[in-house]
């Protein structure tokens, strides 16, 4: 059996003990399996797209780059059970009396980086979709944000776009922290953050004054994506390798690579899980950004 190269990005420094357990795992089951990190999402899918990869754990913005690339034949083998019914939180200040959409007009709305599904993407499809006069600025640092702020006689909502990120399509959450420092400063009165970032301010009790007022139809996040002419039995053999780990989760090592990737098993993706990515391509090709551009 030849041996599958899989790309995965370097968001984080877990990455390299993730991608090694799972890459001895698969070895010792006799799957052969070797990984590439790139630095982007780009540059990864660059590479599948150019056959210097077989197998890319892409985000949900680069499985629909990858799409359209390929003409919508791009296939989508296994993802997270937690990268199902994903969805964007808008949130604010206790006490701000903002508890709904029409609730912020001439305000200050923070989105994340402009690759973040979960941080910007969304949100801005549906403030858009809310017919909401917005104005929408681009800042590259936190610090930018505070100014303008003495805008006191706008009456359309102003969006703050936090681009700390990009290239790592919200996978480091700065993006989303610099918006809750911002709403806790006082420079913004709201913004968007996903579920996940959501849950562990949560469980962390780190920022107590933090409410969400308003939580966006559920989508799909991550996925193994490969191109059209990707060999079926290597396919099923990469599938079921995955597949196997959720009978182990009493193995030690496997459950820790479960609780660093933030999973509590593997699903294979299915119509319904691909339906989960319609919205956000159509926030995509109406913000012009389906070309996967490096």
Request: net charge negative; glycine share 8%; hydrophobic share 35%.
């Amino acid at each position: 059996m030849k041996t599958i190269l899989l790309g995965a990005v370097a968001y984080d420094a877990k990455v390299v003990p993730i991608w090694d357990i799972i890459r001895d795992y698969s070895n010792a089951k006799g799957c052969k399996l070797d990984y590439v990190l790139f630095s982007n999402y780009e540059r990864q899918v660059d590479a599948l797209l150019k056959g210097h990869i077989d197998i890319a754990w892409n985000t949900n913005v680069a499985w629909i780059r990858t799409l359209y690339a390929t003409n919508n034949q791009a296939k989508a083998l296994v993802m997270r059970d937690t990268d199902i019914d994903f969805t964007t939180k808008f949130v604010t200040k206790k006490g701000s009396g903002i508890k709904t959409l029409s609730d912020l007009r001439a305000k200050r709305f923070g989105l994340g980086s402009m690759d973040s599904a979960q941080a910007a993407i969304m949100g801005l499809y549906y403030l858009q979709h809310e017919s909401l006069d917005v104005q929408l600025q681009e800042f590259n640092s936190p610090d930018e944000c505070g100014r303008g702020r003495s805008d006191e006689n706008r009456t359309n909502l102003a969006l703050i776009r936090h681009n700390s990120d990009v290239g790592k399509h919200g996978d480091t959450g700065r993006s989303e922290f610099d918006i809750l420092d911002s709403i806790k400063r006082g420079v913004l009165d709201a913004g968007s953050i996903g579920s996940s970032t959501w849950i562990r301010i949560l469980q962390e009790g780190s920022y107590p004054d933090i409410e969400s007022f308003w939580t966006s139809p559920g989508y799909c996040h991550c996925n193994f994506s490969v191109m059209p002419d990707f060999d079926t039995k290597l396919a099923e053999s990469f599938t079921q390798m995955l597949l196997s780990q959720n009978t182990q989760k009493d193995n030690p090592i496997i459950a820790k690579m479960m609780q660093m990737e933030g999973l509590n098993q593997w699903v294979v993706v299915g119509e319904k899980e691909l339906r989960g990515y319609d919205v956000l391509y159509q926030a995509m090709r109406e913000q012009n950004l389906l070309d996967n551009t490096l």
